[in-house]
């Protein structure tokens, strides 16, 4: 199923004010590294699977060969890995976002909104999904 330009717009939209809300943190390590699920918290992709805390499985994708980034994820699993309302954006997009979440500069007080540079990158993404570059 092909995602329109609005939705793409929409889960970005969601992933920012979702970590721009107070109480919430990303999904990092003590190093600042991310992780799909770590102490209740996800990052911009963990939060949208069916099952975060599986990281047994998550976990596989570096023993198994592959990587941990969302492309891997997909790669491996399909995008049934994603809750139904996430499924159908692009290999592309989802990295886009998980930079987006991995990147300390772009956060302020690593969670609490975004800063010139998150805001800037945005509005790179942005005009990516506007040019329907995924």
């Not at 329109?4 to 600042?32: A, F, I, P, Q």
């Not at 069916?50 to 976990?59: C, F, H, I, M």
Request: charged share 30%; with cysteine.
């Amino acid at each position: 199923m092909a995602r329109t330009k609005k939705e793409y717009r929409s889960l970005l939209n969601e992933t920012v004010k979702h970590y721009s809300t107070e109480g919430v943190e990303r999904g990092m390590d003590s190093r600042g590294d991310c992780l799909y699920y770590s102490d209740g918290n996800t990052c911009a992709v963990g939060r949208c699977l069916t099952n975060p805390k599986d990281k047994d499985r998550l976990l596989n994708l570096v023993i198994g060969g592959g990587g941990t980034g969302a492309g891997s994820l997909l790669s491996r699993f399909s995008d049934k890995i994603f809750k139904k309302e996430y499924r159908g954006f692009s290999v592309r997009f989802w990295e886009e976002l998980q930079a987006l979440h991995d990147t300390n500069r772009f956060w302020k007080n690593k969670s609490k909104g975004l800063t010139t540079s998150g805001k800037e990158e945005v509005s790179r993404v942005k005009r990516l999904i506007n040019e329907l570059d995924f």
